[in-house]
């Protein structure tokens, strides 16, 4: 099963594999309960019409959005170079506790087509493709979707107490275009991630890994996340990033992002 999120006349409507969910639907409905639960009542939903109209990012404004950081080997390496306090990245990567910080509440979150952005006091941007899991209240992965960690590589390797405002401003995340329904975590393990940068017409940036390089798959991540803290209505965790573009890069207005993640596809340009 695959949910989309869509702007109407009148107002916002969800859909499952391109039909209409009855009016009113939330996604929060079905991650206060349990995966399979949830799974069992999406597919009873009724369906309506073939669904129309822009598609928005798949979260609701109350959830939130959660972040995983230095998950791949690849990560942990650009950190430590960027960084002036550098053995941080190296500990946390070979540390039982992952990094995890708040991204930001669903309604900060732009969907496909939409501009992300960089920061104008930061002279080194880099979007972050990942695989963003949707899980439900007890902390089960009911889906995943592509996420776009949008991050300012200086400001985050000035100091590391300044990663929230390295992570989180207008415009530094991105989510879509839908949410596939998985039956398993497994499902989760070995999934492509790509990205593309394009300026004008011109492909500047192009970088594939797998999740299966992960060092701690997102069940774990989301073990972590749930030790203190409640999601009444489920959220979504994005699980780090594998694919880090060179020292010499950085996101300019203008440009263009696609990440793939699996066969989904998220396109946005940068503003």
């Known amino acids: 099963m695959y949910l989309t999120r869509h702007l109407t006349r009148e107002g916002i409507r969800w859909a499952c594999d391109g039909q209409w969910l009855p009016a009113g639907f939330r996604l929060s409905w079905l991650l206060e309960l349990p995966a399979a639960t949830a799974r069992g009542l999406l597919a009873m939903l009724p369906r309506g019409e073939r669904a129309s109209g822009p598609l928005l990012a798949p979260i609701d404004p109350?959830?939130?959005?959660?972040?995983?950081?230095?998950?791949?080997?690849?990560?942990?390496?650009a950190r430590m170079a960027e960084a002036q306090v550098k053995d941080i990245y190296w500990r946390v990567y070979e540390a039982e506790r992952p990094e995890l910080f708040l991204k930001g509440q669903g309604w900060r979150m732009v969907g496909p087509g939409e501009p992300v952005r960089v920061r104008r006091d930061s002279r080194w941007n880099?979007?972050?493709?990942?695989?963003?899991?949707?899980?439900?209240?007890?902390?089960?992965?009911?889906?995943?979707?592509?996420?776009?960690?949008?991050?300012?590589?200086?400001?985050?390797?000035?100091?590391?107490?300044?990663?929230?405002?390295?992570?989180?401003y207008d415009g530094a995340g991105a989510l879509g275009p839908g949410i596939v329904v998985i039956e398993c975590a497994d499902e989760l393990h070995d999934v492509p991630v790509a990205m593309e940068v394009y300026r004008g017409d011109t492909l500047v940036y192009r970088g594939e890994t797998t999740t299966a390089r992960m060092k701690r798959p997102p069940e774990q991540l989301l073990a972590w996340l749930g030790r203190e803290l409640r999601f009444p209505w489920g959220g979504v965790l994005m699980t780090g990033t594998g694919i880090v573009p060179p020292d010499d890069f950085s996101l300019a207005p203008g440009d263009r992002v696609v990440v793939r993640v699996g066969e989904l596809v998220l396109d946005n340009p940068v503003g």
């Open 62 to 77: 109350e959830q939130e959005v959660w972040a995983a950081g230095v998950t791949y080997l690849r990560s942990r390496d």
């Open 126 to 168: 880099v979007p972050e493709p990942e695989l963003a899991v949707v899980f439900t209240q007890s902390l089960e992965p009911f889906g995943y979707t592509v996420g776009n960690d949008v991050s300012s590589r200086d400001i985050e390797g000035e100091n590391p107490l300044y990663l929230p405002q390295a992570k989180v």
